[in-house]
């Protein structure tokens, strides 16, 4: 598995964590990592998963923008409504696209394979649309 798939992976654990429990998210960083090994098997992570912890603080940080974005894009829907696992692959995704700069082909190409690996098939028809708004809106398609 490529290693941004898997911080996508990872990053998307830790989204739902910090949605679920309402803590800062610096305690679900260290939450997960903290659930990665036990006394028999020492966490798999040896090193901190920056991509995935860039990804995580990003989204974190800009929640409320990013989230005025995707309900301007989510018709009918409100957020507190969505399933936790959309709203936060919409979240990732946005960051991503906006914040770090990945190509939106490659972010909704990742955001859809997240939600075929942790949602719905009606989740990947919806986050397509949002992401593919969401992308159409910024300007961003022009400058790529």
């Known amino acids: 598995m490529p290693a941004r798939h898997r911080s996508r992976q990872r ?3 830790v989204l ?9 998210i610096n305690e679900a960083i260290s939450s997960y990592y903290a659930t990665l090994g036990s006394e028999d098997e020492p966490a798999s992570i040896t090193e901190p998963d920056q991509f995935m912890e860039t990804l995580v603080r990003g989204a974190a940080e800009q929640a409320e923008e990013i989230d005025r974005r995707i309900r301007e894009k989510s018709e009918n829907w409100r957020l507190e409504r969505m ?5 936060n692959i919409l979240r990732m995704a946005v960051y991503e696209m906006t914040g770090v700069g990945t190509p939106a082909a490659v972010v909704i190409d990742e955001a859809l394979e997240l939600a075929r690996q942790f949602s719905s098939d009606e989740s990947v ?7 593919d708004a969401v992308h159409r809106s910024s300007g961003l398609e022009q400058a790529q």
């Open 16 to 24: 739902f964590l910090w949605d679920q429990r309402k803590q800062p």
């Open 83 to 87: 399933p936790a696992v959309d709203r």
């Open 125 to 131: 028809s919806f986050i397509n649309g949002v992401l």
């Open 11 to 13: 990053a998307l654990q």
